[in-house]
T-cell receptor, first 115, second 115 residues
């Protein structure tokens, strides 16, 4: 079965610092990849997604992620974080095969941005 | 506004009691999901349903039951057989036909505490 690993449980940064959150997945076939974000007290929402094409995808609020197929990775980046980026971030994958409906999430990375 | 409504937001239960969590959506989505979120564990799939009157077990279905009598509703019952029911429960939905390219829409969650 596929699995998703997020390397950091809790990341603490100061405003304007650069961010990179790691995500690796284990699955031999082709997958679609997602990053979801959960701001304090809010719904989990989609940040960005990758299906095919340019491996560098841009999402909302200045976030981007790069898919590196050879490394089975989909790391999330932001050049300069803000206090409002404080949230929990989840990487997720779904295999492209036979209409699978099962999205598999990583354990999440909690980001705290200090003003 | 279209969205997913979960109720109650907070629920306390005594050991040995069953409890039912409500999930209603007015997005006209065919597929609905129940996830459990524990600190440091990410989201784990309990049950999902792709169509009315049909549902499938997820990765941690033991001790839970669901029904899907209406397209809009997908209630989750946490039974007394669930050994560790204290958790945050998230309901989600997705448009049919989007298969593995679709975005999940989440409710605000229900926090269940067993006393």
């Amino acid at each position: 079965a596929q699995s998703v690993s997020q390397h950091n449980h809790h990341v603490i940064l100061s405003e304007a610092a650069s961010l990179e959150l790691g995500c690796n997945y284990s699955y031999g076939g082709t997958v679609n990849l997602f990053w979801y974000v959960q701001y304090p007290g809010q719904h989990l929402q989609l940040l960005l997604k990758y299906f095919s094409g340019d491996p560098l995808v841009k999402g909302i609020k200045g976030f981007e992620a790069e898919f590196i197929k050879s490394k089975f990775s989909f790391n999330l980046r932001k050049p300069s974080v803000q206090w409002s980026d404080t949230a929990e971030y989840f990487c997720a994958v779904i295999p492209i095969q036979g209409g699978s409906e099962k999205l598999v999430f990583g354990k999440g990375t909690k980001l705290t941005v200090n003003p | 506004d279209g969205g997913i409504t979960q109720s109650p937001k907070y629920l306390f239960r005594k050991e040995g009691q069953n409890v039912t969590l409500s999930c209603e959506q007015n997005l006209n989505h065919d597929a609905m999901y129940w996830y459990r979120q524990d600190p440091g564990q990410g989201l784990r799939l309990i049950y999902y349903s792709q169509i009315v009157n049909d549902f499938q077990k997820g990765d941690i279905a033991e001790g839970y039951s669901v029904s899907r009598e209406k397209k809009e509703s997908f209630p989750l019952t946490v039974t007394s057989a669930q050994k560790n029911p204290t958790a945050f429960y998230l309901c989600a939905s997705k448009r049919a036909g989007t298969e593995n390219t679709g975005e999940l829409f989440f409710g605000e969650g229900s926090r269940l505490t067993v006393l």
